[in-house]
């Protein structure tokens, strides 16, 4: 049980980069970019093709965040140079994505027992050797998912961060201050799609394996995670909370204005849920379905505030 409570808990804490960057585009920018679900197994691939070839685990995870940046760029050229629709472009990028990455690491590829991960290099041995693999796993995907929100969190009180949340909210007010909101966009998909692909290379290498359709329904699940957790953080700091609670001053800090708090426990929230349907007995290839049905259950008791809520 704690092996299974372990194992979940990682994959929360990595796919938490995932919802980082899905929170960026959708709550962030109000940018429903579609990218999300090429540029995942495009960090997969450029990850996993690496480390077969020798490179160290580390260096991987660099240069499937610079794959991902690249995608996100396209996307927002493609948008904001060439005029066309943002959800658009975010398709025209995905679709071009699926044919590369099977051009990059086939439909699938396995990485040998023998060769290191990030979770079996060196440094990581050094400092954890005496644990076993899965809590090496946990203690690192929670340091990378830890470290990155400290890094949004940080970014989004400096001046471009500030600039970049304004695109969404008021486009029109950074215009007014002589900066180009064209750029910020692109700005903003490029660290959403580098986010997106740093999660893919980190869960090959936690799976050590790559497939061309694992990105399928990861903006579901990216959309999802930001309502859940947004809706919780939410109901525990409101000033009026629900059924008479009071507020809970230690959630109200932790609840950044930036939501990346929030996104990082929806996402491991949503993991336990889908871990406890399959639980259940629902089989694992359900495991789409499930995605779908939990996104749409959340939709439905999170009410019409759904959309505020992923825009907030």
């Avoid at 001046?159 to 215009?175: F, I, P, Y």
């Avoid at 050590?208 to 859940?228: D, E, H, K």
Wanted: hydrophobic share 55%; net charge positive; aromatic share 6%.
């Amino acid at each position: 049980m704690l092996d299974l409570i372990s194992a979940t808990l990682t994959q929360g804490l990595i796919y938490a980069l995932l919802s980082y960057g899905v929170y960026i585009t959708y709550s962030v920018l109000d940018f429903p970019d579609l990218t999300v679900d090429s540029s995942f197994p495009l960090g997969a691939a450029v990850t996993t093709v690496l480390l077969i070839a020798g490179m160290n685990p580390w260096l991987t995870l660099v240069c499937a965040t610079l794959a991902g940046a690249a995608a996100g760029l396209c996307t927002g050229l493609i948008h904001v140079r060439l005029g066309v629709r943002d959800l658009l472009a975010g398709i025209i990028t995905m679709t071009a994505l699926s044919s590369i990455n099977l051009l990059i690491g086939g439909s699938n590829q396995t990485v040998d027992r023998a060769t290191d991960t990030i979770f079996t290099a060196a440094p990581v041995m050094g400092l954890f050797g005496d644990l076993s693999l899965s809590a090496r796993k946990l203690i690192v995907s929670l340091v990378l998912a830890v470290a990155v929100k400290l890094i949004l969190d940080a970014y989004f009180r400096t001046k471009s961060g500030l600039l970049l949340r304004a695109v969404g909210d008021n486009g029109t007010l950074v215009t007014t201050l002589a900066k180009n909101k064209g750029n910020m966009k692109i700005l903003g998909v490029v660290m959403a799609n580098a986010l997106v692909a740093l999660c893919g290379g980190v869960l090959a290498q936690e799976q050590r394996s790559y497939s061309a359709v694992m990105g399928i329904g990861q903006v579901v699940f990216g959309l999802a995670t930001v309502i859940i957790g947004v809706t919780i953080v939410r109901f525990f700091t409101s000033s009026k909370p629900a059924q008479g609670m009071r507020k809970i001053p230690v959630l109200r800090f932790l609840a950044t204005p930036q939501g990346t708090t929030a996104v990082l426990l929806g996402s491991i929230l949503y993991k336990f849920c889908i871990q406890i349907a399959i639980n259940l007995g629902l089989p694992a290839n359900m495991l789409k379905f499930i995605t779908a049905v939990l996104f749409l259950l959340v939709l439905v008791l999170a009410g019409r505030k759904g959309e505020e809520i992923i825009h907030a």
